[in-house]
Structure formats: C-alpha cells, structure tokens
T-cell receptor
C-alpha cells in the first residue's frame, strides 16, 4: 500500500543534542510538509517542500531545518533541542492540486527532550 | 485572516447513535477546501472527508458526511452509527494556498469524541 512512513515513532534526546527525524513516502507526491503538534494543541506547519523548493513559515525558529534529498525522503533537523520542542512531529504529503489538494499524514514521531 | 473554530472540546455519544461535530470557518477567499481529520491516541492524522467551496452537494464518505452551509460558514461533520473505534480527536481544517507551491492546513482546536458502549 502507498503510504507515508516516519522513523522513529518515538525519539528521546537530551537538551541541546541535535536530532534528526525522517519521513519517507511511496505516494510519489511532489509536496512534503512538516507539522509540529504540542500536547492538546492543533498541528502547526513548520515548513514544506514543493519538489526541491523550500518554503519556511515566518514564525518557525531557526533551530529547525529541513532537507529533501529526493522525492521520497524528507528530514527534520533540530539543531539544539530545548524542552519546549517536545512535541509530536507529523509529516504529510500531497500532490499539488489547488483547493482540492488533500494532505496524507504519517504516523508521527513523538519527541521527548530530557 | 483564515480561521477555523471548533467550539466543542469534548463530546459523548452512545454506540450506534449519530453525532454531529461542529466547525465554523472564516475566510475571504472565494475558492477554498475544508477537511476533517481523525486523530486516535496513537497520533496519526487520518483523512476522513473533503468539501470544496463550489461543491453543490454535501460530501459523504461511508459513515461520514459533511453538512456544508456556505452562508453560515459552517462545515459540520456527521458520523452515523457510531462505533467504539470512532473514539478519537477530530480536527476540522481549511487549506490556505502558499504561493502556488502547496497549501498549509489551518486546524481548529479539535473535538475529543468518546463513544460509550
């Protein structure tokens, strides 16, 4: 089945220690998104790629970076995690299609910062 | 600015009964898309149903239907014949275009649905 895969499902890191979360897709979609969802809150977009074009949300901290080496993979790098970065990180993909564009999400990675 | 409002933080429904989850939205765009997602405790966001602003018919997908009232700017989700597995958080969302390079989803705060046996 075509799907969005996120690894790992759970990640524990230490305060200030860089961490990388990964997302892969078999849907061959041209857009990939990273959302952050803190406890009891709605998801919030951090950034996204349309093909190789990177689009950063204005309020995304510089501590967060992303890479998309090819169509299938996208990475979220947190350079120096703080306690406030503990959250669920959701990857989503879509095929660019205007208002009908539907985003499909992976299972998420829960990040814990000690 | 675009905004989604879900006014029901939590809802209870008896198994096999129907339930309506409320969603209102605000946008100045003429063309827009509205979505409902289900998020179980495992965390995955599962796409349920889509409604386009120009769609004349209310969207339906199996037990899910969307009661779309454009003049009222509401897009309520109706779940018929509730099942225990429907217990989850439900998010209403609207797509906001980003320079023709994709579209971010603006989510409401969610409604926690609990189905009682």
């Amino acid at each position: 089945d075509a799907m969005v895969i996120q690894n790992p499902r759970y990640q524990v890191t230490q305060f200030g220690k860089p961490v990388t979360l990964s997302c892969s897709q078999t849907l061959n979609h041209n857009v990939m998104y990273w959302y952050q969802q803190k406890s009891s809150q709605a998801p919030k977009l951090l950034f996204h790629y349309y093909d190789k074009d990177f689009n950063n949300e204005a309020d995304t901290p510089d501590n967060f970076q992303s890479r998309r080496p090819n169509t299938s993979f996208c990475f979220l790098d947190i350079r120096s995690p703080g306690l406030g970065d503990a959250a669920m990180y959701l990857c989503a993909t879509s095929e660019l299609a205007g208002v009908t564009e539907t985003q499909y999400f992976g299972p998420g990675t829960r990040l814990l910062v000690l | 600015a675009q905004k989604i409002t879900q006014t029901q933080p939590g809802m209870f429904v008896q198994e096999k009964e129907a339930v309506t989850l409320d969603c209102t939205y605000d946008t100045s765009d003429q063309s827009y898309g509205l979505f409902w997602y289900k998020q179980p405790s495992s965390g995955e966001m599962i796409f349920l149903i889509y409604q386009g602003s120009y769609d004349e018919q209310n969207a339906t997908e199996g037990r899910y239907s969307l009661n779309f009232q454009k003049a009222r700017k509401s897009a309520n989700l109706v779940i018929s014949a509730s099942q225990l597995g429907d217990s989850a958080m439900y998010f209403c969302a609207m797509r906001v275009s980003i320079y023709n390079q994709g579209g971010k989803l603006i989510f409401g705060q969610g409604t926690e649905l609990s189905v009682k046996p």
